[in-house]
């Protein structure tokens, strides 16, 4: 499942990857940050983190939903 996973966050825009692998879910270090804790280290409010994390994961779901 995780390498599935890879493979579908790998044909995301960088920022997008890095929002999900490192920041939002933790895949890389194994904890999951705060939007806000995201924010700070990017720059951007938490609003503008959750549009982006929410707008990567519709074209994840719109990549397995066009695998199947």
């Known amino acids: 499942l995780r390498a599935s996973i890879e493979t ?3 044909t995301l ?3 997008s990857q890095a929002l999900i692998q490192e ?3 933790g895949f890389l270090d194994g904890q999951a940050k705060t ?3 995201i924010g ?7 609003q503008r983190v959750h549009f982006m994390l929410n707008r990567a994961l519709d074209r994840l ?3 397995e939903s066009g695998a199947a």
């Open 8 to 10: 579908q966050v790998d």
């Open 35 to 37: 939007l806000e804790a």
């Open 61 to 63: 779901r719109s990549l």
């Open 23 to 25: 920041e939002g879910f």
């Open 13 to 15: 825009a960088h920022t």
């Open 40 to 46: 700070n280290k990017l720059g951007i409010t938490r």
